[in-house]
């Protein structure tokens, strides 16, 4: 089972750079979310989506896009990348509305992109 | 405002003893949760222990348990008897519903945990 599959692990860009970092997830989950890992800020919600075809924004979306056209798969896509976008990313994904009752994300193993 | 505090940037703790780690929350919707996620040095976050608003009782999982004190707005977690592969990153995280009845989850800036031999 292997449950949250990023890809790819790491990723350098150059400033203006466009790159979509891979989210799947094998366990029929409907909520799927990407976060950003600063260091001193813990994560922040990017985007996040309860179903294929919806989408909504987090705290920090700008610089970034996504879409879900199926249950599987929640790409994200950088358009044009800032040194600010070098992050650790993290998608996750829950059966039900993240952390419902007591349902818990279920991480991905991390993307670390550097922009130079 | 920050929503969720973490005020131990980090700790250490001796093998085989108990840890606390600090957690305060600010919400004001009476139906939140609180979640603690451990993320060693290898970076995959793990979940560790879920406390709902209206749960009686603290929650407990293996060693770790959640001392809720719901009118203070603390949900620190307690270690027991510390092991060496405890030494990790700890993020305490709260779930709140947005604008959209959707859940988020809010996260602190966590804790690093060192435990000594």
């Known amino acids: 089972n292997a449950g949250v599959t990023q890809t790819p692990k790491f990723q350098v860009l150059k400033t203006g750079q466009s790159m979509t970092l891979q989210c799947a997830q094998d366990m029929n989950h409907e909520y799927m979310s990407w976060y950003r890992q600063d260091p001193g800020m813990g994560l922040r919600l990017i985007h996040y989506s309860v179903g294929a075809g919806i989408t909504d924004q987090g705290e920090v979306p700008n610089g970034y896009n996504v879409s879900r056209s199926t249950t599987e798969d929640f790409p994200l896509r950088l358009l044009s990348a800032a040194p600010s976008q070098t992050s650790v990313y993290f998608c996750?994904?829950?059966?039900?509305?993240?952390?419902?009752?007591?349902?818990?994300?279920?991480f991905g193993a991390g993307s670390r992109l550097t922009v130079l | 405002a920050q929503k969720i505090t973490q005020t131990q940037p980090g700790m250490f703790v001796q093998e085989k003893e108990a840890v606390t780690l600090d957690c305060t929350y600010d919400?004001?919707?009476?139906?939140?949760?609180l979640f603690w996620y451990k993320q060693p040095s290898s970076g995959e976050m793990i979940f560790l222990i879920y406390q709902g608003s209206y749960d009686q009782q603290n929650a407990t999982e293996g060693r770790y348990s959640l001392n809720f004190q719901k009118a203070r707005k603390s949900a620190n977690l307690v270690i027991s008897a510390s092991q060496l592969g405890d030494s990790a990153m700890y993020f305490c995280a709260m779930r709140e519903p947005d604008r959209d009845s959707s859940y988020k989850l809010i996260f602190g800036s966590g804790t690093r945990l060192l435990v000594r031999p």
């Open positions: 996750a994904s829950s059966a039900g509305l993240a952390g419902t009752g007591a349902n818990v994300l279920t």
């Open positions: 919400t004001s919707d009476p139906s939140y949760g």
